[in-house]
Nanobody, 124 residues
Framework: QVQLLESGGESVQAGGSLRLSCVASELTDCMAWFRQVPGKEREGVATHFFLDNEQVSADSVKGRFIISRDSAKNTVYLEMNSLKPEDTAMYYC????????????????????WGQGTQVTVSS
């Protein structure tokens, strides 16, 4: 089981930016960020597939959020720009055991390891 620890969440004004960090005991080929609002299902935000340096983003964040990794630091980042109130959620880092790009997607059941989450609140 991969251990994951997120940080960087805070309260910001709409239009602002934040960078979330996720330190992992080890980085796997497929790493991802998800978010969840109380009472709603967990939603995929972005994934990063190491072997091809490819990422998949949810339509709701395309052009605003960027996922990246620093292998030397065992850290995955989520750069969030032009934040909107609807981005308010608990953000989770996740690790998948897949080595296939096609399976590095935004479907939560594929992911076996999860962090505790970091809260992002965007006010209008």
């Amino acid at each position: 089981q991969v251990q994951l620890l997120e940080s960087g969440g805070e309260s910001v004004q709409a239009g602002g930016s934040l960078r979330l960090s996720c330190v992992a005991s080890e980085l796997t080929d497929c790493m991802a960020w998800f978010r969840q609002v109380p009472g709603k299902e967990r939603e995929g935000v972005a994934t990063h597939f190491f072997l091809d340096n490819e990422q998949v983003s949810a339509d709701s964040v395309k052009g605003r959020f960027i996922i990246s990794r620093d292998s030397a630091k065992n850290t995955v980042y989520l750069e969030m720009n032009s934040l909107k109130p609807e981005d308010t959620a608990m953000y989770y880092c996740a690790s998948s055991g897949t080595a296939m790009y096609s399976a590095c997607d935004l479907w939560p059941p594929r992911y076996k390891s999860w962090g505790q989450g970091t809260q992002v609140t965007v006010s209008s």
